[in-house]
Every structure is written in C-alpha cells, then in structure tokens.
C-alpha cells in the first residue's frame, strides 16, 4: 500500500521511481556498468583479431581486408540510429538492449563457429575447403554483431542515464565517466587477451591458429553482459516509449517545411523559427521537442573529423610504428600492441581530469562549460598529428632512398670465388669481394642496362629493371647465369624482417621452415620476428646451425658458401639490403598522450552532453546522433584511404591537424551562439503556455494514469514500473 503511494507520488510530481541506493549513486548502474565492461570486452576483443581472421584465415588480400574491416566499424556506428528508433518509439530502452543483445550474442557465436576450419576441411590438410561456407557466415555474424552492438550502444548509455534523479546532475556526470572507464577497461584487457587466444594452436583434425577461441570468449563476455543485465531488472527506473515518436517527429517537420513552403511569399509575417510552420498542426511540446534535437545535431556536424583523426591510430599510427623499434628492453612491443596505450592512459587520465584537472579550472573562476571541453579536446588531437608528424621526419631520416616510380634501383651480390670488377653501362663501375656485395642500391632513371664481368673471357649480359623497383643482381658460382631477383621496396609488415638466403653449395640445401633450395638458387623472402632466430640447415646427413638476433622492419639476404658445412654455418656471409628501425616507438607516446586527453575531453563530454540537452523522450535519438558523428568519422577515413596519401606522410599528418584546428574554429563559434537548455524545463514551461498550470497537469496526469491502471488491474495485467 506505502509503495503504491510513493509511486503515484513520484508520477503526480514527474519525478522518476527512486531505485535503492549506495553512496549516492542508485545500485542499478553497477548492472549497467558491468554490462558495458562485457559488451566492449566481446567489441573490442573480437576486433582485434578481426583483420587477421580476413587475412590468414579467408586469405584476403590486405587492401579488401581493411576495406571490409573499416566498413564493420562504420556500420556498428550507424546501427545506433536503428536501436534508438526501436528503444525510443517502440519497445523502450530495457527490452531494446534484451532483444538487440541476443541478435548480438548470436552474431558472435555465429562468427565464432565461421572460424572453426575443421568444418570445411575434409581433406585433413589444414585450409577450408569451401571458403563461401565461411565468408557467407563470418558475413552473417558481422553483420549481426553490427546491429547488436550498434543497437544497444546508445540505448545502455542513455539507460544509465535514466537511473539518476533531477538533483543527482554531479553523480550522473561521474556516471558517465565511469561508464567510460569501463569501456577502456573492456577494451583494453580484450585487446591483450584475443591476440594470445589467436596465437595458440588447436584443432579436431590438423592443428591451426585458434581462432575458434579468439572469437569464441568474446561471445561468452556477451552472453555474461546480457546475464548481468538481466540481473538487474528489478531494480532500474525503466520510461515507456511514448509511442512511435520518430514517426510523429518525421511527419511533423514534413509539413512544417511543407507549410512554409506554400506561405513563402513576403507578405506572411515571419515566424522566429522554421519549425514554427508545423504550430497549425503539431502540438506545440512535440515542436519544442523538436527544435531542442535539431539545435543539437546541427551542433554535432563538424564533429565527425575529430574521429576521422582519431580513427587513424588503428592505421596510420600502427603502420608508422612498423618503421620503428619496439625494443623497451624489459619486454619487446609489437607495432599493433602500441594502440593498448590508449585505453592504458583512459584508465589514468579520466580519473585526473575529473577529481584534478576540472575541478582546478573551476576552483580559478573559468567556465569551462561542455563545448568549450569539447573544442580543447579537438585542438589537443590537432597537435597529437603536429606529433606525429615531427616523428614521421624524425623516421624519414633513417629510412632508405627506396626509388621513385620513374627510377629502378640495383644492388650487386657476387658469389663467385674471387673478386669481380662489374660494369653497369654507360659508367657505374662496382668491385665486389667474393660472397659480398655492393655497398648500397645504384640508382638509375632508365630501365635497360647491360653488365659486364672482367671474368676471362669477359661476360656481358643485358637486363630489363622493373620500374619503380628495387633488385638485386645475383652472382652465382657460373657467372654465365647471372640473374635478377626482386627485392622489397618498403618496410616489412607489422615491423617483421624480411630475410632469403642464396645458396653457394654445390647440391640442394633444406633450410628450417624454407622450401628446398637448389644450388646458386635465391629464396623468396621468409618473414620473421623481432629477437633471436634459429636456422638449421641440412643436406643428406651433413647439418650445421645459424642463429641470429633481429630487430625490427630490416631485410637481409644470406649467402651460404660452399664451405658451409665444414665451418659449422660460421662462413654464412650477412648482406643488410634495409637497416633495421632505429627511431624507438617511445616517441609515439605523445601523440598518444595527446589524443587520448583529447577524447576524454571529447567523447567523455560529448556523450555527456547528449544525454543532457535531449527531452526525456529522445535521449537515445541524441546518444545515437552522437553515434553516428563516429561513423561518419570512420566513412571519411576510408575515402582518405581510398584517395590516396600525399606523397610525403608528415605532410598528410599536418593536412589533417590543420583541418581539424580549422574545423574546431568553426564548432568553437557554432558553441558560442548555443544556450545551454534544460529540457525538463523548457516542457514544463511549454505545458503551462498550453495552459496547463503543474497542479493541473500533476491532477490530469494523475487521473489518467489511475484510469490507466484501474483498466490493467481490471484486465489482470502486471504493473509496469515507471
Ligand atoms: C577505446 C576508445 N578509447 C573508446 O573508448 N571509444 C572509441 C569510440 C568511442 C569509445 C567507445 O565507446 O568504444
């Protein structure tokens, strides 16, 4: 009976259903919190490993495996708009996110179960056999995943929201922070995790890469964060849809463009606002709804270059720390592992900010209100790209002179068993040692060239350089066969070295992990990590072992002598064709400070922000609208992809810095003239315009929901708890 009262109490004032509570802070967003920790572990975990699945699993080229990767991310961002239709107009936020996070655990199940090779392989040798089987459910569960997380994402944020109180605006602002963390927590532990799950070896059949596994926690993390959520129910403050508002918003700024359009002559008066033209028609709370979201999204128009920036450490960022060293001497850094900085540093920086940094900047009397944040969240990206193009220079300076596409380049390796003095017409004159070779690529502008050895008699051969191509002429014992071999023209992946070995023995030679190698035959090259390697080689019985210590981003070709075996591999002579990396990865900790203080100030606000200026009834449209300034962000970045880069890196880093200073100018004016509203407010002012005084709306309010609930209770229907 008391709990009946308490909650016509809270209906009469429109106040929400007080939920129990701890330290302040309603006990329900512990369940919520919890559920996002989950729900980023499976995103952000599954990936990780997303574009090797593509690569080495469905063999995929590089360019469609990023293509298709940046496109997922695109559409996991633009679902939002969809989830915050359904939450908002048709099922409300809590059974959204049920509903939308089973098509989700679906979606990784099934991506998990596309990755199972023993499926397909019927021969037992390791590859599917049917790779459609697997593209088509790897598709399928993608593209669930993307409407699963999409969905739910702006419904759980502005569900969070929803759980606080009027007067509880310092705690709901700490929630947002702390949802945050979670994400970043989330996010960082998969990251980590994933990658070593993909790198064990399991299998029915034959053993590969686990993949299976990889893909298969992140769906267990779901199946928890829907468990937990569930969990939750019977303590959140749960707000009926009020019906199809989307529909009624689409129509309503129909006709008000319809009816201004046939009252566009100048002898109508003027009226303060476009959408005013729907007052003939519309009532006048849903307009006022109306303009409130719209003054938002179009504050929200330049905010898509924030992530096109921002987006770029996933790809521009990591490729850059391939052409660097990941030697921190107490452990080794793969270049892909350095993006784990940033939700590392989202862990620190949010707590800074909010306990430290914020509360000093207003203790010294300056407002820093939410867009001003914002905007010096934009500038601090800015300047992490005036960084990461100082370090681009940096790196330039140590890379090789790798050849234009108008030039070839050539290198001479001579295996012969003396000394040869070699031409190259009209006047390059080289004189290499035996099992050595020329110091450094010779570049030409032209692409026929003719060799002459001072062997006796003297032999001259022509040859045709690849374009825009860098090789290596190769001098076997018989120099009548001189040959070609193409050598890499860029750094190798993912910071690895790129090694081949040529073959000075007088019969075949088998070499760990290589093919069979004839004599005076070249490798193709072996990529192989950072640290010491082992190489055993072997002819007949007769073996000898090679050991060598890389670092990152070199190439090497090894010469093997005829004496191999009789020295103990100790006469393999080592050609450096590319240095290894020596700029350290290190320097890109500032630009990852830089951006990460930037999306705090950013995202953190932002979503903030979204949640505060929407009318009760759309918060999720705006947590979505927010959304989508990501998807478009992540769109962008394919274009850029796409175009093209500018010829020099740093030049390209500085473009985007300067775009976005430009575009931080214009949000930065656009915030100026955008008054802070509270949306409660500006209803209930509406309202009482419209006559309803607050007792009277409180008395109609009232009756119409005794009405309501007297007819449910007629009807046996349980109760809702708003
Ligand atoms: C991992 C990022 N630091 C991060 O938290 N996010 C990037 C896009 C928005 C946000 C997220 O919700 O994942």
């Not at 030679?509 to 193709?524: K, R, V, Y």
Request: with cysteine; proline share 4%; glycine share 6%.
């Amino acid at each position: 009976m008391i709990n009946l009262t308490d909650e016509k109490m809270d209906k009469t004032t429109k106040k929400k259903k007080k939920t129990a509570e701890c330290c302040g802070y309603p006990i329900s967003i512990f369940f919520i919190v919890v559920n996002e920790f989950c729900e980023r572990f499976s995103y952000y975990g599954m990936r990780a490993v997303l574009v090797l699945y593509f690569r080495y699993f469905l063999l995929w080229d590089d360019d469609l495996a990023t293509s298709i990767y940046h496109a997922f991310v695109a559409l996991c961002y633009l679902t939002p708009i969809l989830g915050a239709i359904i939450a908002d107009s048709w099922l409300g936020k809590f059974k959204t996110i049920i509903y939308l996070s089973i098509v989700y655990a679906i979606g990784q199940v099934t991506m998990a179960i596309s990755t199972i090779h023993d499926i397909t392989d019927a021969n037992r040798d390791g590859t599917p056999d049917n790779f459609t089987f697997h593209i088509a459910l790897s598709m399928l569960g993608l593209i669930l995943i993307a409407l699963g997380t999409g969905g739910i994402k702006p419904c759980v944020a502005a569900f969070g929201g929803d759980q606080f109180q009027e007067h509880q605006s310092r705690q709901l602002n700490t929630f947002f922070s702390v949802f945050y963390l979670c994400i970043n927590a989330g996010s960082l532990l998969s990251t980590l995790i994933t990658p070593v799950l993909r790198a064990q070896e399991c299998g029915i059949h034959t053993q590969q890469q686990c993949y299976p596994l990889a893909f298969g926690v992140p769906a267990v993390l779901m199946v928890i964060s829907l468990v937990v959520f569930i969990a939750g129910s019977g303590m959140y403050v749960k707000t009926d849809p009020e019906g199809n508002i989307m529909w009624s918003v689409c129509k309503c700024i129909g006709f008000a463009i319809k009816n201004r359009f046939r009252h566009r002559s100048s002898s109508y008066p003027k009226r303060e606002h476009w959408m005013d033209w729907a007052n003939e028609k519309y009532d006048k709370l849903l307009i006022a709804q109306i303009k409130m979201v719209l003054k938002v999204l179009f504050l929200y128009i330049p905010l898509p270059m924030f992530w096109t920036l921002f987006d770029q450490k996933g790809s521009r960022w990591t490729l850059q720390a391939t052409t660097m060293s990941g030697d921190f001497g107490a452990f080794i850094l793969q270049p892909d592992q350095m993006q784990t900085v940033n939700p590392i540093l989202i862990l620190t920086l949010v707590p800074i900010m909010d306990r430290l940094i914020f509360p000093l900047i207003q203790k010294c009397g300056l407002n820093f209100s939410p867009l001003k944040r914002m905007t010096v969240g934009m500038l601090f990206a800015a300047m992490a790209f005036v960084s990461a193009a100082l370090v681009q220079i940096e790196i330039d300076k140590t890379l090789p002179n790798f050849p234009s596409s108008s030039e070839s380049q050539l290198k001479v390796v001579n295996t012969y068993s003396t000394t040869l003095n070699v031409t190259i017409s009209p006047n390059e004159h080289l004189l290499i040692e035996s099992f050595g070779s020329s110091a450094d690529y010779v570049t030409f502008d032209h692409q026929d060239i003719t060799v002459s050895l001072n062997t006796n008699p003297v032999i001259t051969k022509a040859f045709s350089l690849i374009k825009g191509g860098r090789q290596t002429l190769i001098i076997p014992s018989d120099p009548t066969v001189m040959y070609l071999k193409e050598d890499v023209k860029s750094k190798p992946r993912e910071g690895k070295n790129a090694i081949r070995f040529v073959n000075g023995y007088t019969a075949d030679l088998n070499i760990t992990n290589l093919d069979s190698i004839e004599p005076s035959a070249t490798t193709n090259y072996t990529l192989v990590n950072q640290g010491k390697r082992d190489f055993v080689l072997r002819h007949g019985e007769q073996w000898c072992e090679f050991s060598r210590k890389f670092g990152f981003g070199a190439s090497y070709t090894f010469l093997i002598p005829s004496t191999v075996f009789s020295d103990d591999c100790e006469s393999i002579t080592e050609v450096e064709d590319m240095k290894p990396n020596s700029v350290h990865m290190a320097l890109q900790i500032p630009q990852y400070f830089l951006i990460t203080t930037g999306e705090v100030m950013f995202s953190v606000t932002g979503l903030q922000f979204s949640y505060s200026q929407a009318p009760k009834n759309m918060k999720s449209v705006l947590q979505a609208g927010w959304l989508c300034t990501n998807a478009v962000g992540n769109i962008i970045v394919l274009i850029v992809a796409e175009l093209g880069k500018l010829p020099k890196q740093w030049a390209e880093y500085l473009l985007f810095a300067s775009l976005l200073v430009a575009v931080s100018i214009i949000f930065s004016i656009m915030a100026y003239f955008y008054t802070y509203i509270d949306p409660a407010e500006i209803e209930a002012q509406v309202r009482k315009e419209q006559g309803l005084e607050p007792e009277e709306m409180e008395k109609e309010t009232l009756e119409m929901e005794e009405k309501d609930e007297d007819q449910k209770n007629e009807q046996g229907v349980k109760q809702t708890k708003i």
